[in-house]
């Protein structure tokens, strides 16, 4: 079983930057693909990075590619997900995922445990 706490959200100007965090549980966290998500009112939940479980493998959505960084720190059970270079399209409430697989995928159908999300939301 994995508990995820997300943070760090917030307000920012457009062109800023956020960190998020997320909090992880249990002493299997190493094993578990990690992968960040976002879903904006009105809109369907979108995919937007994943690491795997060693961090070696990575993946970002076209849309924050370049921009959005996912790293996590086994050791601290941390995942995280730096923002930079933020637009208005990036508002949405972002949420943490975990994976009962050390590999990472894009649907969010495939992660078995959700935070409870944390809002950002980036005035133009």
């Known amino acids: 079983q994995v508990q995820l706490v997300e943070s760090g959200g917030g307000l920012v100007q457009a062109g800023g930057s956020l960190r998020l965090s997320c909090a992880a549980s249990g002493r299997t966290f190493d094993l578990h693909a990690m992968g960040w998500f976002r879903q904006a009112p009105g809109k369907d939940r979108e995919f937007v990075a994943h690491?795997?479980?060693?961090?070696?493998?990575?993946y970002y959505s076209d849309s924050v590619k370049g921009r959005f960084t996912i790293s996590r720190d086994n050791a601290k059970n941390m995942v995280y997900l730096q923002m930079n270079s933020l637009k208005s399209e990036d508002t949405a409430v972002y949420y943490c995922?975990?994976?009962?697989?050390?590999?990472?995928?894009?649907?969010?159908?495939?992660?078995?445990?959700w935070g409870q999300g944390t809002q950002v939301t980036v005035s133009s």
């Open positions: 995922a975990a994976r009962n697989f050390p590999y990472a995928l894009r649907n969010g159908d495939d992660y078995n445990y």
């Open positions: 690491k795997d479980w060693s961090g070696d493998s990575t």
